[in-house]
Antibody, heavy 121, light 109 residues
Framework: QVKLEQSGAEVKEPGASVKVSCRTSGYVFSSYGITWVRQAPGQGLEWMGWIGGYKGKTKYAPKVQDRVTVTTDTSTTTAYLELRNLRSDDTAIYYC??????????????WGQGTLVTVSS | EIVLTQSPGTLSLSPGERATLSCRASQSVSASYLAWYQQKPGQAPRLLIYGASTRATGIPDRFSGSGSGPDFTLTISRLEPEDFAVYYCQQYDGSSPITFGQGTRLETK
């Protein structure tokens, strides 16, 4: 069955970087994309970015595009989200999800369990 | 970018009642590129509907989606106890970054 397993919780200081991993299994990785969504405490969902499984094309939310990089390792079918220059308002649960398109961002049908990133001095 | 506005913010209903949730886009969403998700406390979102009206695998038929252009609706025909949660709409129109609505909380009356 389709699984997305994310790395564990992180605590970072302001200005640092964090890299969250999302290990996938149970499907053909190159036929789908991976989308990243975050949720601040008590808040709604915020899209961060997407990467296509086919050629690694990326799209990013304008709000974070100068601080975020999404990558994949096709040999291990793992996706990564790196967020740099962390601020306190980056504190959130970060979710990866399987995006139904490998060519452009669309909807997500399977989700990881989430990774809590806390930014605090 | 396309802004999605969901209404109402909170909907208070009883099991067995019908729920109607609205999602309005700031501009027309091409080809009904709209999805709905359900989220329960402490859980990841769950896909309910994509393409504005197509139910995802395993979603009960009491959930239905409709609409086009800027106005979309999620209807739950007869509420079950497990349906009380927060619901989000999401657009994936290629002309805009992906955006989510702010959510509608469906609570027990």
């Amino acid at each position: 069955q389709v699984k997305l397993e994310q790395s564990g919780a992180e605590v970072k200081e302001p200005g640092a970087s964090v890299k969250v991993s999302c290990r996938t299994s149970g499907y053909v990785f190159s036929s789908y994309g991976i989308t990243w969504v975050r949720q601040a405490p008590g808040q709604g969902l915020e899209w961060m970015g997407w990467i296509g499984g086919y050629k690694g094309k990326t799209k990013y939310a304008p709000k974070v595009q100068d601080r975020v990089t999404v990558t994949t390792d096709t040999s291990t079918t793992t996706a990564y989200l790196e967020l740099r220059n962390l601020r306190s308002d980056d504190t959130a649960i970060y979710y990866c999800a399987r995006d139904m398109s490998g060519f452009t961002s669309s909807w997500a049908d399977h989700w990881g369990q989430g990774t809590l990133v806390t930014v605090s001095s | 970018e396309i802004v999605l506005t969901q209404s109402p913010g909170t909907l208070s209903l009883s099991p067995g009642e019908r729920a109607t949730l609205s999602c309005r886009a700031s501009q027309s969403v091409s080809a009904s590129y709209l999805a709905w998700y359900q989220q329960k406390p402490g859980q990841a979102p769950r896909l309910l509907i994509y393409g504005a009206s197509t139910r995802a695998t395993g979603i009960p038929d009491r959930f239905s989606g409709s609409g086009s252009g800027p106005d979309f609706t999620l209807t739950i025909s007869r509420l079950e106890p497990e349906d009380f949660a927060v619901y989000y709409c999401q657009q994936y129109d290629g002309s805009s970054p992906i955006t989510f609505g702010q959510g509608t909380r469906l609570e027990t009356k």
